[in-house]
């Protein structure tokens, strides 16, 4: 199994609207970086909710439900389909995460313009756990 996260802005797409649809696409990935992780995503991985914007926290888990297909939009991008998994207890914010010694390498503290990439299984149980 494979963790990931993708990034929202809640004002455009919040958890809240995800949970009200139970599965959605998740399509409008313009970055090649972003698709190749989308092409990598797998059946069942697990897959943590950013609010980006002034939120700036992982809000829920989502689970990759169907493997990357062309984009709906624009067939030479990809998308993949997410559904709900579980609401976090409580947000885990950017300032949380930066706090935490054991998240210093996470690659959305490197580059943190991307809106979907890799986790470790470390990171994403530890911010699991911080949001429980």
Partial sequence: MNYWMVK???GSYSWEDFKK??????????NYQARNF??????GDL?????????????GVAEVSEESFPDPN????????LKVNSSLKNPVTLQDI?????LSNMLMLRQS??????LEKSEFDLIHKMGS
């Fill in 8 to 10: 929202s802005e809640p």
């Fill in 21 to 30: 649809k139970g599965e959605d696409v998740w399509d409008g990935v313009r």
């Fill in 38 to 43: 989308l092409r990598e995503m797998k059946l």
């Fill in 47 to 59: 897959v943590m909710f950013y609010h980006s914007g002034k939120d700036k926290a992982v809000v």
């Fill in 74 to 81: 624009n067939p030479d991008w990809l998308a993949v389909k």
């Fill in 98 to 102: 930066k706090s935490e010694d054991l």
């Fill in 113 to 118: 313009r991307l809106s979907v990439m890799s």
